[in-house]
């Protein structure tokens, strides 16, 4: 039984983790993929409080020795989370885990959905391939790195132009 399961090790599922084992919560993280999501897909960060200029990598790391450190404080590295039910106040979390393809169901007081978001691709010839490096999906993270530069906007409406 944990008192806190976090889906998800991008920064918000990190910062959670952080702060749960501050509190001397028994924390467990689940990620589908590796820690840092869509973090990773840039080099640098520049837009964070706190951070000036820091690899994007290097934030990653730090947080997971930060949380390494703390006692109570679990993370698990290719656990998809099949579903979460929830009976009397206690949340059964159904993980099915890549490396062995074992399953198991763990319980918890609380539940912090920290999925992220997956921006929608256009599927073109090189879009791949120019990820972080001229293709973004976040203008507020990304605009200063184009600006003076061509660009070209595609879907978002007009909160995309603005």
């Given amino acids: 039984m944990y008192d806190v399961v976090i889906v998800g090790a991008?920064?918000?599922?990190l910062t959670a983790a952080l702060y749960s084992g501050r509190s001397k919560l028994t924390t467990r993280v689940l990620e589908k993929l590796?820690?840092?999501g869509q973090l990773l897909l840039t080099e640098g960060i520049e837009n964070?409080?706190?951070v000036y200029q820091?690899?994007?990598r290097e934030w990653v790391?730090?947080?997971?020795?930060?949380?390494a450190d703390l006692k109570g404080v679990e993370m698990t590295e290719d656990a998809t989370v099949e579903k979460i039910e929830e009976k009397d106040d206690i949340f059964s979390i159904h993980v099915t885990f890549s490396?062995?393809?074992h399953e198991e169901v763990l319980e918890s007081h609380t539940v912090i959905v920290a999925t992220g978001a997956h921006p929608k691709r256009l599927g073109i010839?090189?879009?791949?391939?120019?990820?972080?490096?001229?293709v973004s999906f976040c203008a507020t993270c990304d605009g200063p790195f184009f600006k003076d530069k061509s660009i070209v906007v595609v879907w978002g409406g007009n909160a995309a132009i603005e």
């Fill in 54 to 56: 820091m690899a994007s």
């Fill in 10 to 13: 991008g920064p918000a599922g």
């Fill in 99 to 101: 490396a062995d393809g």
């Fill in 125 to 134: 010839l090189g879009e791949e391939k120019f990820i972080g490096r001229g």
């Fill in 48 to 50: 964070f409080p706190g």
């Fill in 34 to 36: 590796s820690p840092g």
């Fill in 61 to 67: 790391e730090t947080l997971k020795k930060q949380l």
